[in-house]
Every structure is written in structure tokens, then in C-alpha cells.
């Protein structure tokens, strides 16, 4: 999984015009109507509630139906399921050995994978090593050891202990959308998890600004007798969706909204 392809990207800035000067509580030019007009339009409404009265005497029922192939109306529900109250090194962990239970483990290996102790050496290997399958834990703690390097820490101004510089904090949050099984038979499964992220460093100095990203990732779950493990894990980026008009917030309201609201125990 490549560090740059997670956390790199550029922000984009959105320039809001100013609105016009008109008073909008001042007078209104209006223009005079005629008898004749009114009565157009008075018509004109009548015309339009029977043509609605008249289209809603059809069947309850509708005429088409569903094609084979479509999806049921709960197939995106959640199920409801009680989330598990395990926890193995900070991580959710005693998930069913059914397709639900691998979803709500990858949902919440990938909130583990996605967070800031990622980037210190100590909470990384206590992350992995909770979440990683025994035979896959040498291989994913080096892999994940060579993408949290020193230098990627550097770059994006953290100590060697993944710790934002005095003054800043350090954002770097995954939240999953949705989760969707690829395979699933007996004691493995694969599941992507679709997610957001959070990445930055808040500050008025930052010279990388806490920005948001769409990505999906790729969990290979292995059933060690009593709970579902990493095997592989990969990203890619997206399905984006259009970002919305929302006004960017501060950097200090974005710090302090990381401090106050913990995460999720997820479950499918």
C-alpha cells in the first residue's frame, strides 16, 4: 500500500462571490395585473389539479416490476447487530464467522489501518499485530513499516515519533461508508470498505491543511478459529462523490472537533 497514493493530494480552494448590493428589504417595482390575466391563471390551476386528481386514480400497485437483477430494498440496510465489546490491543476484535462478522471486522480493521498511531513505531506494531493473521504479521508489519518511513514523517512535518509539531495537531481519521464482500467461503473472505479520510496537520503554519479523500480498501480475512484476521490488505482511490458547498471550517475548530468526537465501534 503506498503511503503517498493514502495521504498525498492537493487541496482546492473555493472562491465565493460576494452578494449583490440590493437592499433586499427595500420597495418592489410591481406591475399591474389584469382581470383578463387573473383569469388565465386561475384557469390555468384548475386545469392542473385535475390532471393531478385524474393521474392519481391509477393502481397502488405499479404495473412494472422489478427486474431479477435488482438489488433488494435491504440490501444497503444495516442489520442491526449488536456490535461486539472485545478489544484486542485498542481494536474491536470477537466477530462472527459469518459474512456480517467479516464486514464489521474490516470496517473496523480499516478505522485501525487509517489512524494516527499508524505513523507512531509502538502503537503500529500493537495495531497490526492485533488485527494481523499470525502467518501474515511478519510480512504486513514490514510492509507497513516501509510506508510509514522516517522520511514520509519529514515530509509531512511529524517528529520520528509520528507527533505534530508544538502549536498543531495531527489529523489523519478514517470513517467507513459502507462495506461490500468480494469472496467469502468457510474460513477466508475478501471485503473492500468504502471509506473518507481525514489527512493533515492543523495549524496557521501547516503547510499541509487537513483535506478529505474518498478510497476503497481491500481486506483478505483469514478465520483463525475465533476471529477474522488480516491477511492482505491494499487502496485505491475512490468512488468520489461532487464535494458539496459546505464553508471550510478553521484550523482550530477542525483540532478541536478531532479532540471531542471519538470513533465507532462498526457492525454491519
Request: with cysteine; aromatic share 8%.
Amino acid at each position: 500500500m503506498s503511503s503517498e497514493d493514502q495521504y498525498g493530494g492537493t487541496g482546492q480552494t473555493r472562491t465565493r462571490l460576494p452578494d449583490s448590493n440590493a437592499d433586499p428589504y427595500g420597495p418592489t417595482r410591481r406591475t399591474p395585473r389584469t382581470s383578463r390575466s387573473l383569469i388565465t391563471v386561475v384557469g390555468v390551476v384548475v386545469l392542473l389539479i385535475a390532471a393531478i386528481a385524474f393521474a392519481n386514480q391509477g393502481p397502488d400497485t405499479p404495473q412494472d416490476k422489478p427486474g431479477a437483477n435488482s438489488p433488494a430494498a435491504t440490501s444497503t440496510a444495516a442489520t442491526g447487530t449488536t456490535p461486539v465489546t472485545g478489544k484486542n490491543g485498542g481494536v474491536a476484535s470477537g466477530f462472527a464467522q459469518d459474512q456480517q462478522g467479516a464486514q464489521s471486522a474490516a470496517a473496523n480493521y480499516a478505522v485501525a489501518l487509517g489512524s494516527d498511531g499508524m505513523f507512531n513505531p509502538a502503537r503500529r506494531h500493537a495495531i497490526v499485530d492485533a488485527v494481523a493473521d499470525e502467518g501474515s504479521r511478519t510480512k504486513l508489519q514490514a510492509g507497513f513499516d516501509a510506508d510509514y518511513s522516517a522520511g514520509l514523517l519529514s515530509q509531512i512535518g511529524l517528529t520520528k515519533d509520528g507527533l505534530a509539531p508544538a502549536g498543531s495537531t495531527f489529523v489523519n481519521r478514517t470513517v467507513p461508508a459502507g462495506t461490500k464482500v468480494k469472496n467469502f467461503a468457510g474460513g477466508a473472505a475478501s471485503v473492500d470498505v468504502w471509506c473518507i479520510g481525514m489527512f493533515g496537520l492543523t495549524g496557521e503554519k501547516s503547510t499541509r491543511p487537513v483535506t478529505s479523500g474518498w478510497f476503497t480498501i481491500s481486506l483478505t480475512l483469514k478465520w483463525n478459529g475465533s476471529d477474522w484476521k488480516v491477511v492482505e490488505s491494499s487502496q485505491k482511490d475512490g468512488p468520489t462523490p461532487v464535494t458539496g458547498d459546505n464553508p471550510v471550517s478553521t484550523s482550530d475548530e477542525i483540532g478541536s472537533a478531532v479532540t471531542e468526537f471519538g470513533g465507532f465501534t462498526y457492525a454491519r
